[in-house]
């Protein structure tokens, strides 16, 4: 069954330096997001992406992310700059089509735990 | 942010009984729901779902339940077993998903 990865698993960082962490969607879906849940929190949503552009994004998702879907098949989320409260686990996760009930179920990745330091 | 509230953190039921899992939502704009169990360390696996224009959707032992009037939806599981013990998130969709708290489900034999 054809499933979302993400790499790395875990990573560590210094306050200040760049992060990239990288997904790979369902080969034949359209819309991508990226999710984070922070130890204890809910899983919040940072953004999505179609059309090779941002369709919406949070408050959270400010200029310090980015995200990029460099190739046909991986699909980014940079943080320029982390900060300690960037640690949190972050989810990759797409969605076949557009807003049909079939097309809003969204796959989500395993995830991928950063720890900034 | 609380459009999507489920107010039980936990939830314990024996093996064979019908585990019920609630949760409220304030955005009428919502269209679908969802709901994913997790795993820790793992990413949410969508485990049913159900447009605004239904009142039910059933898969096995998962039926999910949906009160538009009231903005309430449920979960059900019947026969709950003990490998359906995780945190169960409903979510709400209007393009992008907004999460409730989650409520810990466990499943004694």
């Known amino acids: 069954e054809p499933e979302v990865t993400q790499t790395p698993s875990h990573q560590v960082t210094q306050m200040g330096q760049e992060v990239i962490l990288r997904c790979v969607p369902i080969s034949n879906h359209l819309y991508f997001y990226w999710y984070r849940q922070i130890l204890g929190q809910k899983v919040e949503f940072l953004v999505s992406?179609?059309?090779?552009?941002?369709?919406?994004k949070s408050e959270i998702f400010d200029d310090q992310f980015s995200v990029e879907r460099p190739d046909g098949s991986n699909f980014t989320l940079k943080i320029r700059s982390t900060k300690l409260e960037d640690s949190a686990m972050y989810f990759c996760?797409?969605?076949?089509?557009?807003?049909?009930?079939?097309?809003?179920?969204?796959?989500f990745g395993p995830g991928t735990r950063l720890l900034v330091l | 942010d609380q459009q999507v509230k489920q107010n039980s953190p936990s939830l314990s039921v024996q093996e064979g009984r019908i585990s019920i899992l609630n949760c409220d939502y304030t955005n009428s704009m919502f269209d679908y729901f969802l709901w994913y169990k997790k795993y820790p360390a793992e990413g949410p696996t969508f485990l049913i779902s159900?447009?605004?224009?239904?009142d039910k959707n059933e898969d096995g032992r998962f039926t999910v339940f949906l009160n538009k009037s009231a903005k309430h939806l449920s979960l059900h599981i019947v026969p709950s077993q003990p490998g359906d013990s995780a945190v169960y998130f409903c979510a709400a969709s209007y393009g992008k998903l907004t999460f409730g708290q989650g409520t810990i489900l466990t499943v004694h034999p």
């Open positions: 159900i447009s605004s224009i239904k």
């Open positions: 996760a797409s969605t076949p089509s557009d807003y049909s009930p079939q097309g809003e179920t969204q796959y």
């Open positions: 992406f179609y059309n090779n552009e941002i369709s919406e």
